[in-house]
């Protein structure tokens, strides 16, 4: 996220993947990309803790809390949000199937 390097978000990424952010907004695989790449909002750090991660069958939940702060049209917005994310195994790669944000 910090590189917003297109190519390696599509190939973390399911086709199928529903991407939900903290305010509630839901974005498709190809949405998250356009817009996590635009250059719009740019993030000046990320720290993850509390991180658990339970593997059932071949899928993947994980949680974790983010800390960061993002730069967006000269505006700087402190962020602390717990994420829930679910990981699907396709082939012999993990791919996100689904991410949901939360306020803290």
């Not at 903290?22 to 509390?50: Q, V």
């Not at 791919?95 to 803290?104: D, E, G, P, T, V």
Request: glycine share 8%; hydrophobic share 40%.
């Amino acid at each position: 996220m910090l590189k917003t390097d297109k190519a390696k978000f599509d190939a973390l990424c399911a086709e199928q993947m529903s991407y939900g952010h903290s305010a509630g907004r839901l974005e498709t695989k190809a949405e998250f990309i356009a817009a996590s790449t635009s250059g719009k909002t740019t993030w000046n750090f990320i720290t993850l803790s509390d991180a658990t991660v339970k593997v059932v069958g071949d899928n993947a939940i994980a949680r974790h809390i983010l800390t960061g702060e993002t730069l967006n049209d000269g505006k700087t917005t402190a962020i602390k949000i717990g994420i829930l994310m679910v990981w699907q195994k396709q082939g012999a790669d993990w791919k996100l199937l689904a991410r949901q944000a939360y306020r803290i």
